[in-house]
């Protein structure tokens, strides 16, 4: 099992790291504004809000990275607390963003904390 929470455990990170690049670098691109559904206009006007979104990512990511190779007397806690974090977030953002954000962040995250409890 120890495996499985590994490997979901890189899959959760390496979407962060989608999403990091999404809010922080292609937010005004035509990639950014169809996953988001915004206009020109509205990526614009709301690109720095994107991009400290994109920063707070980073830092889930940061946590994940450290859960997977930090000290490995503490990578347990690490990859609990983040995926906890990533859990919280994404149910948020289901909530008052889209319910794609549940499918795409939280049940991921979900499945890799399950994992690690298990292991």
Known sequence: MHTVAVVLTAAVALVHVYIVVL???????PRGRETFGTTPEEAASTA??????GLYNGFLVAGLVLGL????????AFSVFTLACVVV???????????????????????????????
Do not use: C, K
């Open 48 to 53: 720095v809000l994107a991009a400290n979104q």
């Open 69 to 76: 190779l930090g000290p490995a007397d503490h990578r347990f």
């Open 89 to 119: 977030a994404g149910a948020y953002g289901a909530v008052t963003v889209s319910r794609r954000i549940l499918w795409v962040q939280a049940v991921p995250a979900v499945l890799a904390l399950g994992a690690w409890l298990l292991s």
């Open 23 to 29: 809010e922080m670098v292609l937010w005004e691109t």
